[in-house]
């Protein structure tokens, strides 16, 4: 269990690295911008692309720090403000809905609601304590995320496949010795007695 010392260590570290890479990122810019700002549209969608290829950041992210550095001449680390909404869920959380789902083959959002609140009520397991007041929307909010995929396991049985035993149609031998033509004719009913079947064998 980590210490709020080590955690704010940790944080610090976070902050060094982001800045560090902001620094190296406004040293190839002012290069890059010369470049950027001389270029038609096309080209410069071109240049971002590849940006976003090699720096992991998003083109949007891109074009604020090009911004940046235009308007202010560097680009400098804006930490985010700690003022976000409190996740509710965590990830375990997440695993335990996929673990639950690949039990009973992914049913609906609301049988799985129902399953937690029993895995919870009923049964008296505490880890499904936040998941037993889950909404039937948050569910499949969850099904979309990476963690769920990454761990939900879904079992299909093989599909029967048809398979024509036998075919009516003319023979094509195209000449070829080996090949048979089967015919059957029903020769009728009389007085609701079945009559004769006679097979036609054609070489």
Do not use: W
Not at 97 to 105: P, T
Not at 134 to 150: E, G
């Amino acid at each position: 269990m980590s210490t709020p010392k080590a955690t704010h260590c940790q944080q610090s570290q976070n902050r060094q690295t982001q800045q560090k890479s902001y620094r190296t990122r406004d040293e190839a810019q002012r290069d890059i911008l010369q470049y950027y700002q001389t270029r038609n549209r096309r080209e410069r969608g071109l240049l971002i692309r590849f940006m976003a290829r090699v720096s992991g950041y998003s083109p949007a992210q891109l074009k604020r720090l090009i911004k940046q550095q235009r308007d202010t001449g560097k680009i400098t680390h804006r930490p985010a403000r700690n003022n976000g909404f409190k996740r509710q869920y965590t990830d375990a959380d997440i695993r335990l809905l996929a673990k639950i789902d690949s039990l009973h083959g992914t049913p609906s959002g609301g049988v799985s609601k129902k399953l937690c609140e029993r895995a919870f009520h009923q049964f008296g397991l505490t880890e499904y304590e936040r998941l037993s007041s889950i909404s039937v929307a948050q569910v499949y909010r969850m099904r979309k995320t990476r963690h769920y995929q990454l761990k939900h396991v879904t079992h299909t049985k093989t599909s029967p496949t048809q398979v024509a035993i036998g075919e009516r149609r003319k023979p094509h031998p195209k000449g070829q010795p080996g090949y048979i033509r089967i015919d059957t004719v029903h020769q009728g009913d009389l007085d609701k007695q079945k009559g004769v079947y006679h097979i036609n064998a054609v070489d």
